[in-house]
């Protein structure tokens, strides 16, 4: 039977602070556009609720899902949008809000499918890059924390639906 350990490694405190000022910075750079929030389900909606509490902007939120691992830890490679957004794309400045760009494949594919849609431009916010496992070099406008390695979980980031609710980022350590 594997034992989970969690290990801290950003602290309640520093993940506001970094939101906070992620917000100003979007701020400063789009106060001449509207922008279209995306987050992209299920992992960035603890952070893209603080987010869009920091950014002192006319501003619409939209959600949608994508699959690209299946039930691997791997990405497969395909991505598929299992939800499209509700509100109209063409001709709205995208900000993309994910928890985790690990591989890039998924973010690359969502920059060009709302730009192919018609979108006046398409940005990408990010909590964690995670660029060990890149295989797309994907533009990342906003990033909260560099981390290049372990499997990381709470503040909306799971294992198997599990620590999404931990208020802090961990390590989560397994062991037989």
Not at 77 to 92: D, H, K, N, Q
Not at 122 to 148: H, P, T, W
Request: charged share 20%; with cysteine.
């Amino acid at each position: 039977m594997k034992q989970e350990q969690l290990e801290l490694i950003i602290s309640p405190e520093t993940l506001a602070q970094r939101v906070s000022a992620l917000g100003k910075a979007i701020s400063q750079d789009s106060q001449e556009r509207q922008l279209l929030v995306i987050g992209v389900l299920k992992g960035a909606f603890v952070f893209m609720a603080d987010l869009v509490r920091s950014i002192d902007l006319d501003l619409q939120l939209d959600f949608i899902r994508v699959s690209s691992y299946g039930n691997s830890t791997n990405s497969s490679g395909t991505i598929e949008l299992v939800s499209e957004p509700s509100a109209p794309i063409a001709g709205r400045h995208i900000l993309l809000v994910e928890d985790i760009v690990d591989s890039g494949l998924t973010l690359h594919w969502l920059r060009r499918h709302f730009l192919n849609l018609g979108a006046a431009s398409v940005q990408i916010c990010c909590l964690i890059d995670k660029s060990e496992r890149r295989e797309q070099d994907v533009q990342i406008d906003y990033a909260g924390f560099a981390i290049n390695h372990g499997f990381l979980v709470g503040y909306g980031l799971d294992c198997d639906e599990r620590y999404r609710n931990l208020t802090g980022i961990y390590h989560l350590n397994a062991s037989d």
